[in-house]
């Protein structure tokens, strides 16, 4: 198990890691976590699946929740993720479901038949 206290990268580590790799090079945690859950809690509600509806529902739900964002290049971004998974699935799911019913109300396009 690494320990999680000690994130410092050695400078060795970029060297490893070659120029193509940016510092820059961050995800969002939160987002990874709303794709996880985006798809089943969408089908489970009978709300419109189509890539409008499933892009607005996504920005909004994110939009609801604060951004966690994590360096690639620190090397434990799964663990990150795991941790987040733990905390934050609640607020998540609350987020999208909330996102589903706003959207589902009012799609952006005319309502299916
Ligand atoms: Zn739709």
Do not use: F, H, Q, W
């Given at each position: 198990m690494p320990d999680e206290r000690n994130v410092s990268v050695s400078s060795d580590f970029y060297e490893k890691m070659g120029e193509d790799v940016k510092i820059s090079d961050v995800q969002n945690v939160m987002e990874t976590l709303v794709e996880e859950h985006l798809?089943?809690?969408?089908?489970?509600?009978?709300?419109?699946?189509?890539?409008?509806?499933?892009?607005?529902?996504?920005?909004l739900a994110l939009n609801k929740l604060?951004?966690?964002?994590?360096?690639?290049?620190?090397?434990?971004?799964i663990t990150r993720v795991d941790n987040m998974r733990r905390q934050a699935s609640t607020d998540v799911i609350a987020a999208i479901m909330e996102a589903v019913n706003t959207v589902g109300t009012n799609p952006r396009h005319e309502p299916r038949k």
């Open positions: 798809d089943k809690i969408m089908e489970g509600s009978g709300v419109c699946t189509c890539d409008y509806c499933r892009a607005d529902i996504k920005a604060p951004a966690r964002y994590a360096s690639r290049l620190e090397g434990n971004l």
